[in-house]
């Protein structure tokens, strides 16, 4: 059983920056993927950012890439998402998961373990 955490989210002003934190805790070994997905009000819960413990380079979404980095400690106990340069369209509640999956796709069907989520406001 995995075990996930969010931490760090709130309010910024447009052009801020936030780092995200996901605590990790039980089984994940190195096949495992971890991803950051985020869900706006009345939208869908859409893939952010993701990569594997076992290495290569992380995927990020179109709408994210350049101004978010994903990072991890080498105890895989720690996930973070780095985001900069935000703007209003980032409001969302943002989720932690991992998958069993080898190179999961960029898609929640992927990924069976959800933290319950932190809120990040950007306002304008």
């Known amino acids: 059983q995995v075990q996930l955490v969010e931490s760090g989210g709130g309010l910024v002003q447009t052009g801020g920056s936030l780092r995200l934190s996901c605590a990790v805790s039980g089984r994940t070994g190195s096949n495992y993927a971890m991803g950051w997905f985020r869900q706006a009000p009345g939208k869908e819960r859409e893939f952010v950012a993701g990569f594997m413990w076992s290495g290569g380079p992380p995927n990020y979404a179109d709408s994210v890439k350049g101004r978010c980095t994903i990072a991890r400690n080498n105890a895989r106990t720690m996930v973070y998402l780095i985001m900069n340069r935000l703007v209003p369209e980032d409001t969302a509640v943002y989720y932690c998961?991992?998958?069993?999956?080898?190179?999961?796709?960029?898609?929640?069907?992927?990924?069976?373990?959800w933290g319950p989520g932190t809120q990040v406001t950007v306002s304008s």
């Open positions: 998961a991992a998958s069993a999956d080898w190179n999961p796709a960029p898609d929640t069907s992927a990924y069976a373990y």
